[in-house]
């Protein structure tokens, strides 16, 4: 303040004389695009013009669009121009991914000297961070993934099976086993790792990769999180992050066809919720009141063969026609026994009469 007059060092974001207006800035973080949205009356206050704004790179510049009535200077990047564009080195952790750009405005000089204040406005994008990967043929997967959203963060699930309890060779094809063979189990968060704990709702059966149970028969494994099948068996893990573990006895439906679909409803909780994802099993009231959890998925594995079933299997309907007619056979056989005895009495009785 001077005795004459007054001037303001307004704070970001305002502007005027008093400080007392807002510039009405927006930005949008797109799928595709990143675009940063100011309105036109504070560039003007600054006398700076649209031709004069940019963003690291000098030319990716700003152009005019008037939305319901006001005018604003907008910059829209996509994701292919952010390096180009002076995009800064993207920062990401365990969960996310971050984009920060700069508007700046080049002030015109008069002669050797500039009066004009050099505009910078920061702005950034956070986006939830995730990698997917595919191939560009189908296979037959020797493990089922899933990608699930909680609390706008993705997670990797996975369910593989193993040759045995050690946990640490998994199946790399379709496993092929005998009846009565440990089958284990693992379910597990692949991405981000050491983060979610995982717990296991339900796991059944079916004949076909389908989940639905009303296609053809099915077998329940675990429901609620405990065991429905009584080979189930649980392995406990020392670090949360292992997923859950369990085996149970191969078996085959009766009727056709004999390979199995394993089905799994996983539900994700965050490290301050773990104790969500642990079963009660002590009691029938705990295992019959399970708490609704938005942040489930569905894991399907399969199929798993049974070794010696791959030819066709004996036709039971012939098995049971052979003996009945070897019984006709010998029935037929005994009647012509019986009439050539009875023959034989009766020729000799009429030799034997007077």
């Not at 005795?3 to 797109?30: E, I, L």
């Not at 496993?175 to 790792?193: A, G, M, N, S």
């Not at 639905?212 to 949360?240: I, M, Q, W, Y």
């Not at 019986?338 to 020729?347: D, L």
Request: charged share 25%; proline share 7%; aromatic share 10%.
């Amino acid at each position: 303040m001077s005795a004459d007059q007054r001037t303001c060092k307004c704070a970001a974001q305002y502007y005027g004389d008093m400080c007392d207006k807002v510039a009405t800035s927006q930005v949008v973080c797109g799928k595709d695009f990143i675009t940063i949205m100011v309105i036109e009356d504070f560039f003007k206050y600054y006398s700076i013009k649209m031709e004069s704004l940019h963003l690291g790179n000098e030319t990716c510049r700003a152009r005019q669009e008037t939305i319901d009535g006001v005018s604003y200077y907008i910059v829209r990047t996509s994701k292919e121009q952010y390096s180009n564009c002076g995009g800064k080195p993207l920062q990401k952790n365990i969960t996310h991914v971050e984009y920060a750009l700069t508007l700046v405005s080049a002030p015109e000089g008069q002669g050797y000297i500039l009066r004009d204040p050099t505009i910078r406005i920061e702005y950034k994008c956070v986006y939830p961070y995730f990698r997917r990967i595919s191939l560009p043929f189908p296979i037959v997967p020797a493990s089922s993934e899933a990608v699930m959203k909680v609390r706008e963060l993705d997670a990797t699930i996975a369910m593989r099976l193993y040759k045995d309890e050690t946990y640490k060779e998994p199946f790399t094809i379709s496993p092929v086993l005998q009846l009565r063979d440990k089958v284990y189990v693992e379910l597990r968060v692949t991405e981000p790792e050491d983060y979610f704990h995982i717990g296991v709702n339900e796991c059944w059966a079916t004949q076909s990769p389908t989940p639905s149970k009303a296609e053809g028969a099915s077998h329940s494994l675990l429901l609620n999180g405990c065991e429905e099948d009584e080979t189930v068996r649980f392995l406990k893990v020392a670090d949360p992050a292992e997923g859950v573990r369990f085996s149970f006895d191969m078996f085959r439906f009766i009727a056709q066809p004999h390979d199995l679909y394993l089905h799994c409803i996983v539900r994700l909780c965050p490290p301050d919720e773990g104790k969500l994802c642990a079963p009660e099993c002590k009691t029938i009231s705990k295992r019959e009141v399970v708490p609704v959890d938005p942040a489930t998925g569905l894991l399907t594995y399969g199929p798993i063969r049974l070794e010696g079933l791959e030819g066709p299997e004996p036709n039971l309907l012939l098995m049971l026609v052979l003996p009945v007619g070897g019984i006709w056979v010998i029935g037929i056989f005994l009647l012509i026994l019986i009439a050539f005895v009875k023959g034989g009495n009766e020729r000799l009785a009429r030799l034997s009469a007077p």
